[in-house]
Nanobody, 114 residues
């Protein structure tokens, strides 16, 4: 049973930073892609950032230049460094891992106060 455990969410003021972590219970080098979605109240879930097995990254336009996704294969962990946070970044952030199917983390709350 694949498990994704997220950590690093919390409350931060606008302009601040947070780093989310997603620890995979299995080796991540076998994943086709990993990344983060987020869902704000009353809104659809949206892709924030992803990283494929070859290392290429992809970002939502709203976070480009502020967020950075990275992976540490030795630790089976993917990170999302979030800088210059804005109130509109407030959401529950979900880690995902894509292989023969897609697995999801439990979600971590990020709240940015103005």
């Amino acid at each position: 049973q694949v498990q994704l455990v997220e950590s690093g969410g919390g409350l931060v003021q606008a302009g601040g930073s947070l780093r989310l972590s997603c620890a995979d219970s299995e080796r991540i080098f076998s994943r086709n892609a990993m990344g983060w979605y987020r869902q704000a109240p009353g809104k659809q879930r949206e892709l924030v950032a992803s990283i494929i097995s070859g290392g290429m990254t992809n970002y939502a336009d709203s976070v480009k230049g502020r967020f950075t996704i990275s992976r540490d294969n030795a630790k089976n962990t993917v990170y999302l460094q979030m800088n210059s946070l804005k109130p509109e970044d407030t959401a529950v952030y979900y880690c995902f891992a894509r292989g023969i199917t897609t697995w999801w983390g439990q979600g971590t709350q990020v709240t940015v106060s103005s």
